[in-house]
């Protein structure tokens, strides 16, 4: 596939999520649905977890840090394309399997052109269309995330902790 | 091939784990390095997997080119199937599938437990997925090379 | 300033004690829901987030450094590059860790920080190598305490479950 098709795919599907939420995030974070079958035990929260994680790296980190090194003097092409190859192909694995299916395709495509560009130029359009993809998966990702778990997890203060350890004989075990 | 045993002391269980043709230098690292103590996990996306999530090469530290050894996708793998995943330098992760799993992620494929052990590694699994979903019971592994 | 031989005896230290034991960090965060820096008391005063994100991010932190270890074996990029690298792509998940109470894994990174520019490559190697396996031990102790039961609330869903919902949502 040509490099520029896929940037322009990346691009008008970036468009269409900037405020439609992506359909395999609902999928995931909002009906617990998950193609793959992934999530052992048929248990979220590693789905939750791992793609979550897997998904903020593969653009907002993994990508924009490539991006930003890339810009400095003395990285070649081919080091961007090394460190694309290097970083890339475990966390986007992992996305898919958690369900980002769509992303992990978009990232597996990027990759595949990488092999054929020369040019750091070329290698920049299409991961920074990549890289603001990914961006935007990760807001979403994060909107949907059911976070009131939380309320379960509260933070003990230093007196309430100070008091528990006084409570230990309290203990049955 | 070299062989190694997998024992859980606290439940009082082993395997057997014969080395297989694939991968048999990244085997033969895993093995010089034995014994080796390590905390046992479970996988928690990809299926019904054992995962160690820090084995320690403190003897011979591995080198080997990612390049130079296969792949294979653990939903793929025969169950029993013991695997590697980014071993480099002092420390890999391990992995044993002991029951059915999607995982079509790549791993490197070095063992395979002994058929007659595939219902104790099952039983050692189920053990693991309470400990980490119920329990928190800490269970040890341990790796240990068979003359 | 320590030596890297003197940084790397540490962090091996450290890995030992850990490998059969629990790294402190992580009992003191996942065990005890102790907020040491702070972080998740202005999110409703909730440790949840603090898992999910400072947890997550050790396991990558383990990544970046097999990344660069990788990238060092090429002939191409220089010990200028990999200091760079090692500086944008670590420090700043590393001091995130630390913020959510993982504190020593970060002290072990200012201390590469500090004395990073004068290595040689086969010893700034030699440092993320003891470096990733002390990270790989967090991780161990995150997956071991984290409640990954209360996914049992959250089970996957198909077809036939809303089928069935939608015909009981029928009437409302």
Redesign the interface.
Known sequence: MDWKTVKKTIDEENARILKTPPEDVLRVFKYEILETEGGTGGLMLGPWFEGATASRYVGPYYVYNIVKLAGLPGYTAQQVKEMTFQLLPKAVGTAKLCGMATYAELAQKVLDCMKDLDTKEDMLKLLNALYLYGSNMNAWIHHYMKWGIGQAFRIPTREELVDMGTRNVESFV | MKKFKMRWPALKMEVMCDGISENQEALDILVDNMPVKAIQGHEMVGGWMLRARAVHLQKVPFELEAAQMKNEKMKDAPIGRVSLLFPQGGTTELLVKYDACVDDRDYIPVAQVAEKDLEVLKKVGRLQWQSATRTKEIYHVEFMEVE | MKTWQELKAEIDRE?LLT??EPVQDVVDVFR????KGGA??P???????T??FGG??V??L??WC??I???A??E???M??LC??TR??IKQ?SEFGSYCGLRKQYEFFQQLDEIMDGLEKSEL?AVL??Y??YL??I???V??????????A?????KAY?EVGRKLAEGI
């Open positions: 890995s490998t059969l005890y829901s102790i907020s998740g008391v999110n409703d005063n909730q440790i949840f987030t898992w999910f997550a991010d396991n990558y383990a990544d097999y990344f270890i990788e990238l074996k090429k191409n990029y220089s200028e590059q760079q690298m944008f792509w998940p190697v190598d003891s990733r396996s790989s031990n991780n161990v102790w997956y071991q305490y984290m409640p990954w039961g209360v996914g049992r959250f089970h996957r869903k198909d809303y």
